[in-house]
């Protein structure tokens, strides 16, 4: 059928074309089908959905996924894709081919598949898992869809937290330590999706983080390392329309999980990876045996994709460093740059760091390339390669001034910090947005407290915002604290 | 946060809530998140979309299923539905208890939950199955949620066909006879979703069939039964939903296939139902074994929802009449209740019709009731109560006038009709829209033929939708004929 095309502007995110009811019936097409636009000797495919209004008879609503389309254009039915034969094999437990699970990477990538059926790819690898060899043959097509990077230098580190814990903020310490002892390290980090910040949140209070490809190797080359956006290299990029699907859920399939790290690190030309996988109450993974499974997993598959791997597990009950938010994160880093606490965020930053050094056949002297001194000149340097001051200093980054502080109802001890409740509060103080909100925790667990001591503040840059985070404390408990005996014995 | 609402006419399947990138990040919200809108003090809760230009800053767009929230409104986020977590649980295969299928039901048919989440309830029934006790708390919570009928007759007949079967219109045959016995039958039936007809298509060839409830009993009161479409009468409605996320993923869960079904029986007010599940290659049921043990699930749940229930296994290899489009099957069913072929037609209503008077304690007379002309006079009294012409001949329906023939390029037998390539074909001539489009087929499987017979006929409206269609058949066998010996030898 003929139709006049226009852009509308709905759903950036999926390639959209709005039919309007009467032309889909005609057509004998369904919200979710896929149609195919012939348009200037180029075909693209789109999803469809049925409008009333929005778009009048003979017309046709196109989103800017689809590339400029625009004017008359020839629509037909298009095929299913393949890979939904695929997706419910995977549903029935079969295992797949490696030229199936090419065909489920390759069809997101091209976004061929609605949202319906990308979240049963999810569903599937989730019920059902993924073996080593279909996570490794995911691994390497989704590595392989995207752009892929090489270094002049034979080896080159790189770190990756699975994440699930507030103010686990290790990479902008063990970036410069690992770069002061000569081993390149281009790093590339994630915003926060769900999280009150990401790494690359945090390192924007202190520099830029988004540059071209060309750039990036500028830097690298004068400080042996950075710390940039992963987004502005388009590095695994079906990764990101999997995670989409995946957050509505909660769910994030073990074999899934794998792929999408190596992939990332496999396209970015690393040769020796760290990853580091905290587990525990309130974390991704729940126990110890789970976690030494996953490091296993991921050294198997890390394997047959040619890197030098190491797992580090560690707890993840609580957060790390004491504040959350992109500032107050910022503030703890450049602490224990200069030598000082978060003791938790020292001890952690160089445990991976050493590593990671000893991984790549270096002496593991962390501590040392910390006191010295020369893991801040580092930090300075790259910061400065990346356009920002490397003279800043901790007084020069201030929390929201909207300021509301919790104090202990009992005398006792710090039974528990929740992660969960502690990313919701600083989410809702306007992290990672309002970059100075977030929250100071004054107690960690196992930390005693008197009655009336402070046990965290909440920052925000706007009243409203904190009234909406303080509601939430309010009714909630994030710092738990209980007396000797509370502690040991809950009565239910 | 505050915002200005205005309508904007696009997805009216989803409650969708479309705000701007800038508004999205600030109230820390996704695409496929939750929010919760307050105006006029009440609350409606919307799927979110983010635009950069078709919504501006300030601004909310908002779909017509939230109702018509116009003017200043409140914004905030909305806490996650609860039948997420229950979807998650289904999905590790932990049985559902009976209050958790019940929130999950009662969450769809609220539109809480977005195209993923919805899916993958879907996938969790279909990969870890569904157990009695959450079947049965399935069909009746699915039955609760929506409009419930209850009639004057104490015993009140039904039947359902599972479907996957081109030209299967047993019903205008089956109910006819069953009302001319006396027994109650105000059946409903759906239109084509995915199919080139459905009962609702085939009967609106004869007479109206949206109607409003207080019509139906009229209708019913005065002929003893009804043939009208069941998006009339909002029974089971969540059903639709479920339906319309199982389409692209061609998947339908053995449990809710006996929800949905019984779920609309129970809500109808019927008492004793026929359920007619087709089987063999190209069917929905694979095998006999597969079909003999969904029947008795149907029978165990039926008997739980306090339904007399029996259940006709049949053959579903190919089409049953001989004509696929409304019109045709129309000229089918009048053919039969007229005395004559489609002979298979014939044999599997009169079956279906004598399974379904025995249940209901009345005596088995469905050849007599059809040979005496009473069922032809029942079905005519039927279409004028349903405002259609009483004295319709076959005559009348006059099949579109755009055909291709396709004949044999061989002597020897029919060995398959293909149940998907036929709904294909008759499809792309415009079936079920163009309603005097279609397939009808001059043979059927075990038929003898000469070269040069013909095998099968394309009607279509407008040339274009015929050349669509031949040029489906030109690349494919929807009718295949054998030699004796390639019948029974296929190299491969």
Redesign the interface.
């Known amino acids: 059928m003929e139709f006049v095309a226009r852009e509308?502007?709905?759903?950036?995110?999926n390639p959209m074309v709005?039919l309007n009811?009467e032309d889909a019936?005609?057509l004998?097409v369904?919200?979710?089908?896929r149609v195919q636009i012939r348009h200037d000797d180029r075909t693209v495919i789109g999803i469809v959905?049925?409008?009333?209004?929005?778009v009048p008879v003979g017309s046709l609503g196109v989103t800017r996924r689809l590339g400029h389309v625009q004017g008359y254009v020839d629509v037909t039915v298009a095929p299913r894709p393949t890979a939904?034969h695929y997706?419910?094999k995977k549903?029935?437990?079969v295992e797949l081919e490696r030229d199936e699970i090419a065909s489920i990477v390759r069809e997101i990538h091209e976004n061929r598949l609605?949202?319906?059926?990308?979240?049963?790819y999810?569903?599937?690898a989730?019920?059902?898992g993924l073996s080593m060899a279909e996570t490794t043959a995911l691994a390497e097509s989704m590595a392989e869809v995207g752009e892929t990077l090489d270094w002049q230098a034979a080896v080159v580190g790189d770190k990756h937290s699975i994440g699930g814990v507030p103010g686990n903020r290790v990479t902008p310490v063990v970036v410069p330590i690992v770069a002061a002892a000569d081993v390149t390290i281009p790093k590339t980090s994630s915003r926060a999706?769900?999280s009150p910040a990401g790494t690359a949140d945090t390192m924007e209070v202190f520099c830029e983080v988004e540059f071209e490809l060309a750039e990036i190797r500028e830097i690298v080359e004068k400080t042996g390392g950075c710390m940039v956006w992963g987004g502005s290299v388009s590095l695994s990029p079906v990764d990101d329309k999997i995670i989409?699907?995946e957050?509505?859920?909660?769910?994030d399939p073990p074999g899934q999980i794998i792929a999408s790290v190596l992939s990332k690190k496999k396209a970015a030309g690393s040769t020796h990876v760290v990853i580091d996988l905290p587990y525990g109450e309130g974390a991704k993974i729940d126990d110890l045996s789970a976690a030494r499974e996953l490091a296993e997993d991921f050294k198997r598959v890390g394997d047959h994709l040619g890197l030098e791997l190491a797992c580090t597990i560690t707890r993840g009950t609580q957060p790390i460093g004491r504040g959350i938010g992109p500032v107050l994160e910022a503030r703890d880093v450049l602490a224990v740059l200069d030598g000082a606490d978060p003791r938790e965020l020292r001890l952690k930053s160089v445990r991976i760091a050493n590593v990671l050094l000893e991984l790549c056949g270096v002496e593991p002297t962390a501590a040392e390339i910390l006191d010295s001194g020369r893991a801040l000149a580092k930090f300075r340097e790259i910061v400065a390669a990346q356009r920002g001051d490397p003279d800043v200093e901790r007084a020069d980054l201030v929390p929201g001034g909207e300021i509301h502080t919790v104090t202990a109802d009992r005398e006792g001890v710090v039974v528990q910090v929740d992660n969960g409740l502690v990313s919701d509060v600083a989410?809702?103080a306007g992290a990672p947005?309002d970059r100075r909100a977030g929250i100071y925790l004054h107690r960690q667990v196992g930390e005693a407290v008197a009655r009336v001591d402070d046990l965290f503040t909440i920052h925000a840059e706007k009243a409203s915002k904190l009234a909406d985070a303080t509601a939430l404390v309010e009714r909630t408990e994030p710092v738990r604290v209980r007396t000797g005996e509370e502690a040991l014995v809950e009565r239910v």
Chains 1, 2 share one sequence.
């Open positions: 509308i502007d709905i759903g950036s995110r709005i009811g019936e005609e004998g369904n919200p979710l089908d959905e049925v409008t009333e209004e929005l939904v997706i419910r549903l029935e437990d609605n949202d319906v059926e990308l979240g049963a999810v569903c599937g989730y019920t059902n999706v769900t989409r699907v957050n509505p859920l909660s769910i989410r809702r947005r």
